[in-house]
């Protein structure tokens, strides 16, 4: 299809035609838009050509100029570049905003945040293993905050869908499944996926990260609600000596074991904070 734009002043136009057997197909409108088309359809080819030469010669008495394919092509693929950056930054920054409400409580509001992230995302805009990576950190964002606004259900849709979308290391939505499965009570069920986590976590590190004391508690609260109290107290044994020198989530969550095993009637010595239990692994 022939292009020709005319930019001059405030007009930044283009115009398109190709003949098609006998019809004549012509595209119109800003550049940088889609643009309008319209086909008209002539008892001849002969016919069909002589419009087309006719409306061309007119476009150019116009002051309308061709465009040749190869520029056109290079204009495109930087356009093209342009959306995508456009989008990549719609996306993340739609992402983040919910990050931002969900941690201030705003469930709700973070979804709708969510939901705007999900319609701004294009695979094509990231490479394969970034793409999957985005997505599935997304969506358990999603399940998260499903879980704080009271449907479980949805949570729990949306974090099989961060599952089938994980590649490689990375625990947390196996962490975050075990507390929605917990919430509906399937609390067997969830302990398996603590386990998995957990099993993954040490078998990448040589010392405890904090994420892993949060696995522990939800487990050792999850031993709690079967009945299981040497489990659960086990559990947050493993958890006392991970937030030691560290943040102040870490603090926390040492505190929140200590907490629960005072409850339980265990006094806490230096005897019974156990050792991380490790398996051979790299440091990092």
């Not at 197909?25 to 550049?31: E, L």
């Not at 116009?62 to 570049?81: C, D, F, I, N, S």
């Not at 970034?130 to 999603?142: G, K, M, R, T, V």
């Amino acid at each position: 299809m022939k292009r020709f734009e005319f930019a001059r002043g405030t007009s930044n136009k283009f115009w398109q035609i190709e003949v098609s057997g006998l019809s004549i197909v012509t595209r119109w409108g800003r550049i940088g838009a889609a643009g309008q088309s319209k086909t008209k359809r002539f008892k001849s080819a002969p016919l069909a050509k002589t419009e087309h030469d006719r409306l061309v010669a007119e476009k150019i008495r116009k002051g309308y100029r061709a465009v040749h394919a190869k520029a056109l092509a290079k204009r495109l693929a930087g356009a093209t570049e342009r959306e995508k950056a456009s989008r990549r930054k719609q996306f993340h920054r739609e992402w983040d905003r919910g990050k931002t409400l969900s941690r201030r409580g705003y469930a709700r509001a973070a979804l709708k945040s969510y939901e705007k992230a999900v319609a701004a995302f294009d695979a094509n805009d990231f490479t394969r293993q970034d793409a999957s990576d985005e997505q599935c950190d997304l969506w358990s964002d999603i399940a998260a905050a499903h879980s704080k606004s009271g449907n479980p259900l949805l949570a729990l849709k949306a974090i099989d869908r961060s599952l089938k979308l994980r590649r490689g290391y990375n625990p947390t939505p196996l962490y975050n499944k075990g507390v929605i499965l917990g919430e509906l009570g399937r609390y067997r069920m969830a302990i398996g996926y603590y386990d998995r986590a957990i099993k993954m976590v040490r078998s990448l590190y040589a010392y405890p990260p904090e994420q892993v004391g949060a696995y522990w508690c939800a487990k050792a609260e999850a031993l709690e609600a079967l009945g299981d109290t040497q489990g659960a107290i086990q559990n947050y044994e493993y958890a006392l000596p991970i937030g030691k020198g560290r943040g102040s989530q870490g603090r926390g969550l040492t505190a929140e074991a200590k907490n629960r095993l005072l409850a339980l009637g265990v006094r806490i010595t230096r005897e019974s904070v156990r050792r991380w239990p490790r398996r051979e692994g790299r440091r990092r």
